[in-house]
């Protein structure tokens, strides 16, 4: 328990693995604080590869606030390769932190960030590398208590034996009052052990403790109910919700790593939360309401960022950028501020409905004019309006004609399969759709050597969402529908060469759709995937189907259900759902009929320009939607040494 | 058609820079790729006003020379870089060192003398230094003698087009067994040939011809690069530079 850096045995082992650099830290902007000057220790782990986990905003931004406070330190962890595994195990070297080595287990608290359910096995390399007790119930007050967070967190039923706590919604604050509790029990001598310390973390707003509820199952398989087992632990957990952006200006120095990571820029936040609606975007339902950061504060984060790191591109996040009530002012002030730098501004995607051209045109004025990527979702307008992503045929083609027409030669376009209701004909539609993309763009464009990329994935429904009772698409039912869309895109060759498809098999989202609607029982499962050699289940190259499928069925039947019966079977209306004790906020009411209102294929408008429509949110948590415009300019830079 | 990049071309480079600079400590783990990326991050940081290629997508000219293998530390790589402005050397140097994570430091920056040829025709050999933990001196030092005394070391390397044979010990211009603190120091200096010899491959011949197999990796450092003379020593690649710098200096830039 006294942080003691591992590198002087870790170093000999780095020697003999791929890719040593992700293991040693020493980014640019990382910190390092003395171990015994702080109360409060937290190890932050993204249980995915370093490349894909360190540019992750959501640990950066806790990284910085909790290093911030002088009673506690923060250092990171990241999913380690099998190579190295298999060489700490026979070195006996614990599951470290990158940033001064330290052990995993020294620290007070672990804190796992889930964007993903596959990263679920990935926790249970790092605990057991750590020499972390892997279930809950067998740690005692010398082991962190294991705290899971990010999107994955709001179903955290499947790994309800292995973490202590979840933290439900935005952890900016949350890991304050966290820090907070621990410091003080800490400090008055570890009143009550574990269960007093967990018990207290239980009490804090957001933060959900499942050894303090228990559940109960019918003979149908299904759950009869959640039930706490203690008075004085909340019956439903809610969520934690920022309310003003400005004020949380994080990272303000993001993380610039030696190794080559997956996003090559910084990101700026520039609004938290999306009410467009889309039902099956669990983001857009987890994340409500709107909040937007001003265009000065967006202008100084970005300032302060690119000077702290040095990137040439910032990407302007968000669920759905070209929404923010002042798009066009921030990128084209932001375009006249790094005038002559080099310095591009991206959008992650565009909604068709919302791209412009003069839009497009001031991100790329002053770096490299990139692909647009444009995310229909839905192949056909009656799919597109089950899905409440509504945009006609006629504007799509429109938009990427025009897109063309200005200059862009590569176009991506998102599409999903396997959504409520779908059958073979609306995937078709995409490959029509994509043809006649590219007829009238060549026409607009007076070229030939224009391209469109249709990337498609299986859609897994997600807890929380108007599709949380939908029959998930079987991998069979996706697979065959994708070999569909190939030949359809393949015959006529003459437009089809310029036509790529990019798509992913139907398996892991059959694997992910369990881990996602999945109960406490589901544990097991993972556990035993984990123990036959299962990790980092996001890459195909490690994923195996055939060892989840095995598993599942083993591991499953002695207690009536199977892996069917958690992905492809359509939920009734009175099931209680493993989430149900989990407060998203919004009304299951609301959710229940706006999945009816899918099944008519009715929309719904956004309640940022016309009137609320009672999801539930806004008066659950107390908040409402704080969009501009302010209307305010940003002042130019003063420029140093140029 | 082809098509043209909009605007004016980037403004010329007025002044080349030549910089040592070294990895160490945990950094040693970093690839060349890694410190190609930090540096020219570093380089935007520190605002160094770099002379860029034309085209669409322009980069800032850098050429590096000879780096170290991932895992070998260096007190000695080099690259050159091109300015659209003057500056004063020293300036470029602290303010780059300071722009980089603590581990590559930047050790020296000179203005390249023209007319005095490219920065690789200087570089054609490393000094390096090997620590051999848990080896003994009594046992490198035979293994080294009989390495030497060897006319051909075949070793296998895995090389871009598979596996290859070369002769580690055509490469090797000089080795010597030391000792410091109880553990074995292999000090060599080696040609720079193609494909290239590493101290892996001198480490593999080790073991080829005395059956020296360390009990845990080695850890190497690149001491010094540039031309082998007749003694056997290596000729700061710098050296031309820095003595032109002193007989004419323009008007630095600020950085």
New interface residues.
């Given amino acids: 328990m006294n942080g003691e850096s591992l590198?002087p045995r870790l170093?000999?082992l780095?020697?003999?693995v791929q890719?040593?650099?992700q293991?040693?830290?020493?980014?640019?902007n990382?910190q390092v604080k003395p171990w015994d000057d702080v109360a409060v220790h937290w190890a932050l782990m993204y249980p995915d590869a370093y490349e894909v986990g360190l540019p992750n905003q959501g640990l950066m931004i806790l990284y910085e606030v909790l290093n911030e406070r002088p009673d506690a330190l923060a250092e990171r962890t990241y999913a380690v390769w099998p190579d190295l595994a298999a060489l700490m195990r026979e070195h006996g070297v614990g599951q470290f932190t990158v940033d001064s080595h330290r052990a995993v287990a020294d620290f007070d608290l672990l804190g796992v960030s889930f964007a993903t359910e596959l990263g679920y096995t990935n926790l249970l390399e790092a605990l057991d590398l750590a020499g972390v007790p892997l279930h809950a119930a067998d740690r005692d007050e010398t082991h962190p208590v294991v705290v899971a967070g990010g999107h994955a967190a709001f179903n955290p039923e499947p790994i309800a034996d292995f973490v202590d706590c979840a933290v439900l919604g935005d952890g900016e604050q949350a890991v304050g009052d966290v820090t907070d509790v621990v410091a003080a029990w800490k400090q008055q001598g570890r009143p009550g052990g574990r269960v007093e310390l967990l018990a207290r973390l239980a009490r804090v707003d957001g933060v959900y403790v499942p050894r303090f509820y228990s559940v109960s199952y019918g003979s149908d398989g299904a759950i009869a109910a959640v039930t706490r087992t203690r008075d004085d632990v909340p019956a439903r957990v809610g969520k934690r919700t920022v309310m003003d952006l400005d004020e949380w200006p994080y990272p303000k120095t993001p993380l610039?790593p030696?190794?080559?990571s997956v996003h090559?820029r910084m990101s700026v936040e520039i609004f938290r939360g999306c009410t467009r609606g889309c039902r099956f975007c669990q983001a857009g339902m987890i994340t409500r309401p709107v909040r937007e950061r001003t265009i000065t504060g967006i202008g100084s984060m970005v300032d302060q960022g690119l000077?702290?790191?040095?990137?040439?591109e910032v990407g302007l996040l968000s669920l759905s950028s070209a929404d923010h009530s002042e798009i066009g002012q921030v990128a084209k002030q932001l375009a006249d501020r790094y005038e002559g730098t080099?310095t591009g501004l991206s959008l992650p995607s565009t909604r068709v409905d919302a791209f412009n051209v003069t839009l497009a045109n001031e991100l790329s004025r002053n770096g490299?004019?990139s692909g647009l990527t444009f995310a229909p979702e839905g192949g056909s307008e009656r799919i597109r309006r089950v899905i409440n992503k509504t945009v006609s045929k006629e504007d799509l083609v429109r938009t990427v004609t025009t897109a063309y027409a200005n200059g862009w030669q590569q176009v991506k376009l998102y599409f999903m399969c396997g959504l409520p209701t779908e059958t073979d004909e609306d995937v078709l539609e995409i490959a029509e759709l994509a043809v006649e993309v590219i007829r009238a763009g060549r026409e607009a464009s007076g070229r030939k050597d224009i391209r469109c990329t249709v990337s498609i994935g299986g859609f897994v429904p997600k807890p929380h969402t108007p599709f949380q009772w939908a029959g998930q698409a079987s991998a069979e039912t996706i697979d065959s529908r994708l070999r569909l869309l190939r030949q359809a895109i393949n015959a006529d060759r003459r437009i089809g060469r310029s036509i790529g498809l990019r798509y992913h098999d139907g398996e892991p989202g059959v694997v992910e759709g369990l881990l996602s609607r999945g109960d406490r029982r589901v544990g097991r499962v993972i556990e035993r995937v984990w123990r036959e050699g299962g990790r980092f289940d996001g890459w195909s190259e490690h994923f195996s189907y055939e060892r989840w499928t095995a598993a599942a069925a083993e591991e499953l039947a002695p207690l009536g259900v199977d892996l069917d019966w958690y992905t492809t079977r359509e939920r009734g209306q009175d099931e209680v759902l493993p989430w149900d004790h989990l407060d998203s906020g919004l009304d299951k009411e609301w959710l229940w009929d706006d999945w009816q209102d899918a099944l008519s294929e009715e929309e719904v408008a956004d309640c940022r320009w016309t009137p609320c429509y009672d999801c539930g949110v806004c008066p659950t948590n107390g908040t409402e939607i704080q969009i501009g415009p302010t209307g305010r300019t940003l002042l130019p830079l003063t420029v140093?040494?140029? | 058609m082809a098509r043209q990049p909009e605007g004016p071309p980037p403004p010329p480079t007025v002044q080349k820079l030549r910089l040592r600079y070294a990895k160490r400590g945990p950094l040693r783990f970093a690839s060349h790729r890694d410190l190609a990326r930090a540096l020219e991050r570093a380089l935007r940081r520190a605002r160094v006003p770099m002379a860029f290629s034309a085209g669409f997508t322009p980069h800032p000219k850098i050429s590096y020379v000879g780096a170290a293998p991932t895992g070998a530390a260096s007190e000695a790589e080099y690259l050159e870089i091109g300015l659209a402005q003057r500056c004063d050397p020293e300036q470029v140097r602290a303010a780059l060192d300071a722009s980089l994570p603590p581990g590559i430091d930047v050790l020296e920056c000179v203005e390249a003398a023209e007319g005095s040829g490219s920065l690789a025709d200087r570089i054609d050999a490393a000094t390096w230094r090997v620590e051999l933990p848990g080896v003994p001196l009594a046992e490198l030092a035979p293994a080294v003698e009989a390495f030497l005394a060897a006319d051909v070391v075949t070793v296998e390397k895995r090389t871009k087009n598979g596996l290859r044979d070369v002769d580690a010990r055509a490469a090797v211009a000089g080795a010597s067994a030391a000792e410091e603190a109880g553990c074995a120091i292999l000090h060599m200096v080696v040609r720079q040939v193609t494909p290239a010899v590493r101290p892996d491959d001198v480490l593999a011949a080790l073991a080829a011809v005395a059956d020296l197999r360390p009990p845990s990796p080695p850890r190497a450092v690149r001491e010094a690069q540039g031309r082998l003379d007749d003694t056997g020593t290596v000729a700061d690649p710098l050296g031309p530079d820095r003595v032109a710098g002193t007989r004419c200096q323009g008007e630095p830039a600020a950085v």
């Fill in positions: 590198y170093e000999p780095l020697a003999q890719k040593p650099i293991y040693v830290g020493g980014e640019l990382a610039v030696l190794a080559e090559e000077r702290a790191t040095g990137y040439e080099n490299r004019r140093v040494g140029r």
